[in-house]
């Protein structure tokens, strides 16, 4: 990997973790829409590092269900389990929601 190419690598990753902490930040202030927005960049971006691109997931998917959308939701956590490079903590945590999820259903 020649110079350029490392820099460029760097930059955008820095570029996708830069959004995602923007998405963050959002959520944190209950702006569902801008945190879909931008956990949904950084998921897109394609130099996203798969351990963003699984927590970018797995928050957008928090968002959906805070904001009454558990489908999305869970078409988020779903598509975290099925990513074979995932975390074990991250594939854990989408377990653990879905389950969350599944009992608030089943008591409607």
């Known amino acids: 990997m020649n110079i350029f190419s490392w820099l460029t690598n760097r930059l955008s990753s820095r570029r996708a973790l830069s959004r995602y902490n923007r998405g963050v930040a959002k959520t944190k ?24 691109k699984a927590m970018a997931l797995y928050y957008r998917a928090v968002v959906h269900v805070a904001a009454g959308d558990d489908l999305k939701g869970v078409g988020d956590l779903d598509a975290i389990l099925a990513m074979e ?4 903590n991250v594939k854990t945590m989408a377990r653990q929601k879905l389950a969350r999820i599944a009992s608030r259903s089943s008591r409607s």
């Open 29 to 52: 202030k209950r702006d569902h829409q801008g945190a879909i927005v931008d956990y949904t960049t950084t998921i897109e971006m394609p130099e996203t590092p798969a351990d963003l």
């Open 85 to 88: 490079e995932t975390l074990i």
